[in-house]
């Protein structure tokens, strides 16, 4: 492998351009003995509500336990069907299978790559209770159609927004159109912590305090417990959040910007580029390209040029044989998430990335599709008999 030149990640550097702030973040909150359920983690619940323009904001443990806190607190269990998508993190549709509920996969657009509202509906039955689109890549799912659909047949909404923090629609900001949103602050994140994290942002006074109750062992008051889970924030990582969440619209400005950088270069690579619906805000968590012949693209970028490239998500949860769809239960057939799985590929993007290092990465790109991409393409086309 060559010596890596532009790694995968930024959040190194990001600490070090922080460093003062974050260091005196965690200092603080060290000094003043109060690590677990403190003010600093309610400080940081209060911003985060306020910047997502909701009134509840409460912290947890991870973006899965925010999906699988905020179902149970909606009433959602066993015999129930969630409507989700395929292509996302298997924690996704892994929320729905810890609280006994069946997730069905509805296929994606081939332009966006999230949730295709036009197939909601064949998949709605007497058992389905929730919509859980996903906000893939930092592009919002289509949240107007989804609640059209789901006032029309009494549904629950909930967004899953690990990716798309500071992301919104051309009239609508993400979380006035559902019940509640889940979001991770892992540390790759748009806004990310140096480990695990999450919250849930409602508006629904309803479900606050039943998420409050099972993120800490059923209690809201000391020593009255009922059934719940360990599932905290805690005010080191919060203190972090608070730091960063100063700056997470010009993270997230600097991300668009360096999309915008790969767009121009790579405009005439043949290679199927990133959708940004028009008036929409793609943060761009990820700038997912598409090809065949990935995998050797993948490897040239490694080992030939020292580009660390990932895949997310090469292998759809519905393709995945550890998902327990239970005996006798059909995978379902989704070409387009199908194709999305195996073509798609990962380049570096992060706030920190320089313009030099973004042209060296498209650069590495063209390169493999003069020297190599051309015959991937060409068996490509042939067995789709074009």
């Not at 395929?86 to 997730?103: M, R, V």
Request: proline letters at 5%; charged letters at 25%.
């Amino acid at each position: 492998m060559s010596e890596v030149k532009v790694p995968f990640y930024g959040h190194v550097r990001q600490y070090h351009n922080l460093k003062a702030d974050i260091d005196k973040a965690i200092v603080d909150v060290l000094e003043s003995g109060t690590y677990t359920m403190g003010p600093t983690l309610k400080r940081f619940e209060s911003e985060f509500a306020e910047y997502m323009g909701m009134k509840h904001a409460i912290g947890v443990n991870s973006g899965t336990d925010a999906l699988w806190l905020t179902f149970l607190a909606l009433g959602l269990g066993k015999g129930d069907e969630i409507i989700t998508t395929s292509n996302t993190f298997f924690a996704t549709a892994e929320a729905i299978w810890l609280i006994g509920a069946t997730p069905v996969f509805v296929d994606v657009e081939p332009d966006t790559r999230n949730i295709d509202v036009t197939l909601i509906e064949e998949k709605i039955t007497p058992k389905t209770k929730a919509i859980v689109p996903v906000h893939l890549y930092g592009q919002p799912a289509n949240m107007p159609e989804i609640r059209k659909i789901a006032d029309k047949y009494n549904l629950i909404v909930v967004e899953d927004c690990a990716q798309a923090v500071g992301a919104r629609g051309d009239t609508w900001k993400i979380g006035e159109l559902s019940d509640a949103v889940a979001t991770s602050f892992i540390t790759a994140k748009n806004l990310g912590t140096f480990g695990d994290g999450g919250a849930v942002v409602t508006n629904r006074d309803d479900i606050v305090e039943p998420i409050m109750k099972l993120r800490n062992h059923g209690s809201v008051k000391r020593s009255y417990h009922s059934v719940g889970w360990n599932s905290r924030l805690d005010d080191i990582h919060a203190g972090i959040l608070s730091v960063k969440l100063k700056h997470i619209d010009e993270f997230n400005d600097a991300r668009i910007e360096r999309a915008g950088w790969y767009n121009e270069f790579l405009k005439d690579s043949g290679i199927k580029l990133p959708y940004c619906k028009p008036g929409y805000r793609h943060v761009y968590h990820l700038y997912v390209i598409e090809t065949p012949g990935r995998d050797d693209l993948q490897e040239f970028l490694k080992e030939e040029r020292g580009v660390i490239a990932l895949t997310n998500y090469p292998i759809a949860i519905h393709q995945q044989e550890g998902f327990p769809f239970g005996a006798g239960d059909p995978h379902p057939v989704l070409p387009e998430t199908e194709k999305n799985a195996a073509n798609c590929l990962s380049l570096p993007i992060y706030p920190e990335l320089t313009y030099d290092e973004c042209k060296y990465v498209a650069d590495s790109v063209l390169e493999w599709t003069r020297t190599r991409g051309a015959a991937f393409l060409k068996q490509d086309k042939a067995l789709q008999g074009v």
